[in-house]
């Protein structure tokens, strides 16, 4: 053993320098796979797994960035994932009647403008107090509306400005896009306006006519000629590393006009923009579906016109057109294939469309005006993100009777025998929309009580979209044995023409009817019914216009991942306390609506506690790839000592057990290794195959792996001798009743198992083929394949972390906090510009952080604690030469940094670890407080305490699936309740309690 001394924490990380636009970094180099089909998975005895074709789907575990916060004095949005102010209102109680005001002259209303931004700066914490507004003139007779923009040390921050917007009462609201500029921002230029001029003028000679404009031209154009002026701004959207940039107008000649933006550090070209011909917009008429004439926007390019409506506010200039718009409506062909051959749809007029393609083009317009003018959301992810739409989509090759949100488009069934094209109803197409708003703000889990939210949800925007009636799906039902009202479902009358739950049309329309059902992901589609008819009592009450306000409200703020009934009454009372007042007519109405359907007053859903701490002591693994220098070792954290795993080659990140007592990596060669780290004990673990990376489950009984070839599967298997692999076959999950293919996935890279050793949170590599060009990004799903209650392998169900990345945006190399089931970190890669991120999220809050500022083209691998203090990655070292370990100290919520540091300590990958054992706990999802006992039992009687309200059934299965014990009970709250069963043999059964909390199922021993 060799005693080191280490952990020379000496640097306060800082965010790097620039990087080069013309070096882009190929982030995922080692992640590149092997595109030939692979020959290994013709065994025809091998056992697969297919989790898109289990109807019974377990619990989507969704999430997304934040959006809203408290505070006492301002109601406060926030943008998503920033968690920057956008709008901030003061609260109509903090409002005093010495506040009011009279708004008569333009200097009086400027001057409460600039009280009222002095007022909110604490409110935006700024990292940066030299942050400044500046309050623009005022337009021409506008007293109320004064515009400001923000900026450091006096240089305008590229497009952060806004409006403050003046009420008399006092309740006035500040409306904006402002950014967190980081304090050490260099604000002095290197290089000269003269300069970066020159370095404009020379990069448009090589495209472009530059000539000298004649003194007329110059005059017809109100230009005086080259002007370059410092602004502030990121390095792209969504990774925000920020610098000082010159800005360049500049006219080469008559037609052209070019905004360049030039690194006032580097003197390189950041990004150019030209202002001319950006996108030619073309607006058409043609009929829809239902024979209504709708007017289109497209994008018009040497005489073709493509579905493309690049006219909204949304719309970036960085798009290139038509192969890859950003912020735009686009609608697209499936040309009759499950999403495998996604085509742009052209016209030679901008009036020439099939009815199909219009009523797709002009729902995806009407539902982002709905959000973009209703409540000022932008777009569905609320981050301009496009809005994807397409159409002749089939399922399994047949003509899809449906129509799904797949967390990035919209597809479109074109019908049969029960449905006309699904394209022409607009409130299935909001439906499908909302599910995409639902991901991106609370992120309510499919299933259970809080999927008939996310349904309930989706059902009640979709009809404030398409607002003439409360029914869904009227324009397109065809079937009216099914359907006897013409329509899928009606918010007014959930029964919509059925009489009870065998009819396909009926829905519960209150508590006493709630459908317990392990089918349709817990009835998600079923019991919608019963909040869909609140918010019509309540919308009836206090009209629409309010209604919808309160409902956004609730869902983007109070609402939360695993929210039930309950928690959804609480939501929109609280939310239309927060509108109108604790003692409005809206609030008692909204109480009324809930009561009317018997989802009556009660306590919420607390949201998971944590784990207990593992008790042994901290470790760092340290891997070392360097050529002649392989080594795996591990470092003990409170005394610096190091010891040597091994020198064998390691491939990939090495996984580890959580009590440190096992691990396994993939050696470059493909083979899966074990080491015992007490005893050095190395062994191969598997070669059947090229293995590309490897995860332990955290009780160390299984394993998950990939392989080195485009293979879109995960193969999962138990650590001990003999035991065959099963594969897992990777989709994207989408929100309809049936099972539909969602093409998409490539291939999983990184793996990582939850606590309870069910699910592996994995990255994973899309493409969704297009004709010339695809939709390639990276995302982070869950998959589950165990189940601990049958101690047996589950089915495979997919569910998405996030949905709708921007574009250019891809996540991957996940990680679970270590006590936190419910807490993880990733990396976010701007792919545009090559910056790496790391952003931690709660699953259950949707709340999140941005970790560090830009990682310079590294991917950083990033790794939780013991403790959860910290989160330890790759960096490069300051040198720039080689790679080491960093960290960054986090706040007790684990998702807010605090500061960070460099180490000496190189390598390529860092794991923590710890050595104690300690009990890792169930499925979250299924955490109904029960005991069942004894268990081992020996004769026939067992006793469960529980707490499960209203009508509750207990079966008892044997190993060979049949019931042999069943129990229907009505409960009111805790019982001990005494069963006694029939004479058992030995051996092991399952106990399944099913309730409106959902089903629980625990495994029994008779001895
Ligand atoms: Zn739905």
């Known amino acids: 053993m060799k005693k080191i001394s280490c952990f020379l924490f000496i640097t306060i990380l800082t965010i790097k320098g620039a990087i080069s636009q013309n070096s882009r970094p190929d982030l995922f180099s080692s992640k590149k796979r092997n595109p030939k089909t692979s ?14 074709l289990n109807r019974n789907a377990l619990p989507y575990f969704l999430n997304s960035i934040p959006s809203i916060q408290g505070n006492t004095s301002f109601l406060i949005s926030l943008d998503q994932g920033k968690k920057t102010p956008y709008f901030i209102k003061r609260k109509p109680s903090e409002i005093k009647n010495t506040r009011k005001i009279s708004l008569v002259s333009p200097e009086l209303c400027k001057k409460e403008a600039a009280n009222f931004l002095i007022e909110v700066t604490p409110v935006l914490k700024f990292h940066n107090n030299t942050n400044e507004f500046e309050i623009l003139n005022n337009q021409e007779g506008d007293l109320r509306h004064i515009r400001f923009v923000q900026k450091i040390a006096g240089i305008p921050v590229l497009g952060c400005d806004g409006v403050i917007h003046l009420n008399e009462d006092g309740t006035h609201t500040f409306h904006g896009h402002i950014e967190n500029v980081p304090a050490n921002l260099n604000a002095n230029p290197s290089v000269s306006a003269d300069q970066v001029v020159e370095t404009a003028l020379n990069d448009l000679k090589k495209t472009v006519v530059v000539r000298t404009l004649t003194l007329e031209e110059k005059q017809i154009l109100e230009y005086k000629g ?17 610098e000082i940039a010159w800005e360049i107008s500049i006219r080469p000649n008559l037609i052209d006009h070019y905004h360049f933006y030039v690194s006032a550090v580097t003197g390189k070209i950041i990004f150019k923009e030209n202002h001319t011909c950006t996108a030619i917009h073309a607006t058409g008429t043609a009929p829809d579906l239902n024979g209504i004439n709708q007017t289109l926007t497209s994008y018009q390019k040497d005489g073709t016109y493509y579905l493309i409506d690049t006219s909204n506010p949304m719309f970036s200039a960085k798009s290139v057109l038509p192969e890859q718009p950003i912020g735009a409506i686009w609608t697209m062909t499936a040309g009759n294939t499950d999403l495998t051959n996604i085509a742009q749809i052209t016209s030679s007029s901008a009036s020439a469309w099939t009815p199909t393609a219009v ?10 005006d709905y959000f973009k003018n209703t409540h000022n959301r932008n777009s569905l992810n609320g981050q301009g993100g496009n809005i994807i739409s397409v159409i002749n989509v089939t399922d399994g090759g047949k003509s899809m009777e449906n129509a799904y949100w797949n967390g990035k488009l919209m597809a479109y069934g074109n019908g049969g025998s029960y449905f006309k094209p699904l394209a022409g109803a607009l409130d299935v197409a909001a439906h499908e929309m909302t599910h995409g708003v639902i991901q991106n703000s609370c992120n309510l889990r499919y299933s259970g009580q809080s999927g008939a939210i996310n349904e309930s949800l989706a059902d009640i925007f979709g009809a404030l979209v398409d607002r003439d009636d409360w029914k869904i799906g009227e324009s397109i039902t065809k079937n009216l044995t099914l359907f006897p009202s013409g329509a899928l479902r009606d918010l007014s009358n959930p029964h919509n023409g059925g009489s009870s739950k065998s009819d396909y049309c009926w829905q519960p329309q209150h508590m006493d009817e709630f459908v317990i059902t392990s089918s349709d992901n817990g009835g998600v589609h079923i019991n919608s019914g ?4 609140a918010f019509y009592l309540y919308a009836t009450q206090v009209t629409k216009e309010k209604a919808e306000k309160v409902y956004y409200l609730a869902m983007t703020k ?7 009934f309950i928690d959804l009454r609480i939501s929109v009372v609280s939310a239309a306390a927060e509108l109108y007042g604790e003692n409005s007519n809206e609030v008692a109405q909204a109480k009324s609506a809930f009561d009317q359907v018997g989802i009556l007053e009660g306590q919420g859903t607390k949201v998971e506690d944590t784990l207990p701490e593992n008790p042994g002591d901290e470790y760092l693994l340290v891997t070392k790839t360097i050529k002649d220098n392989y080594r795996l070792e591990t470092i003990k954290t409170s005394t610096s000592v190091r010891t040597l795993i091994t020198s064998t080659k390691v491939g990939r990140k090495p996984s580890i057990s959580d009590n440190g007592r096992v691990m396994y ?78 093409k998409g996935p490539k291939y999983a890279d990184a793996l990582e198992w939850d606590h309870p050793g069910e699910s592996i949170m994995y990255d994973c590599y899309n493409v969704i083929k297009g004709d010339k060009d695809s939709i390639v990004f990276w995302d982070v799903n869950f998959i589950k394949v165990w189940d601990n209650a049958e101690n047996d392998f589950s089915d495979g169900t997919v569910t998405k972390l996030y949905a709708d990345l921007p574009q250019d945006i891809s996540i991957g190399n996940p990680s679970f906090s270590k006590n936190s089931p419910h807490i993880v970190v990733y990396e976010i890669i701007d792919e545009s510009v090559g910056y790496v991120d790391m952003i931690s999220t709660n699953l259950e809050t949707s709340e999140g952080s941005f970790i560090l500022g830009g990682n310079n083209g590294m991917l950083c691998f990033p790794s939780y604690s013991k403790s959860d203090a910290r989160i330890g990655f790759t960096t490069w070292a300051p040198s720039g030469q080689d790679t080491i370990f960093a960290y960054v100290n986090m706040d007790v919520d684990k998702i807010t940094p605090k500061n960070g540091f460099y180490s000496s300590i190189s390598g390529k990958y860092f794991n923590y670890y710890a050595n104690g054992d300690r009990v890792l706990g169930n499925d979250p999802i299924k955490s109904l407080d029960y005991k069942i006992y004894p268990n081992p039992f020996d004769n026939n009687n067992i006793t469960i305490d529980f707490n499960p309200i209203g009508a509750t059934e207990i079966v008892l299965i044997n190993s060979l699936g049949q019931n042999i014990y069943q129990e229907n009970l009505n409960l009111n709250g805790f019982i001990h309740h005494h069963i006694t069963l029939p004479e058992l043999k030995a051996g092991t059964y399952i106990i399944k309690i099913i ?11 008779k001895l």
């Open 39 to 52: 020959t290994y998975f013709r065994n025809a005895s091998e056992t697969t797994i297919d989790g898109r």
């Open 226 to 242: 080259p002007e370059a002026k410092l602004v502030i701004l990121p390095r792209s959207e969504l990774i925000k590393v920020y």
């Open 359 to 368: 009523s797709a083009h002009s729902n995806a317009k009407i539902c982002y």
């Open 530 to 533: 019963i909040p869909n008819r």
């Open 558 to 564: 109070y609402l939360f991942a695993s929210s039930r």
């Open 665 to 742: 990596f993939v050696t470059p060669e493909g083979a899966i290794k074990q080491i015992y780290t007490g005893s050095n004990d190395e062994s191969i673990f598997d070669n059947s195959r090229k293995w590309n990376n490897v995860s332990v489950s955290k009780d160390g009984t299984k394993i998950a792996a990939v392989t080195d070839d485009e293979d879109s599967s995960i193969y999962v298997r138990k650590t001990t001798a003999e035991s065959p692999w099963i594969r897992f076959i990777l989709y994207n999950p989408t929100f309809t009743q049936d099972s539909i293919r969602s």
């Open 995 to 1005: 309730s409106k909390d959902g089903i629980f199922t625990s495994k029994l021993i």
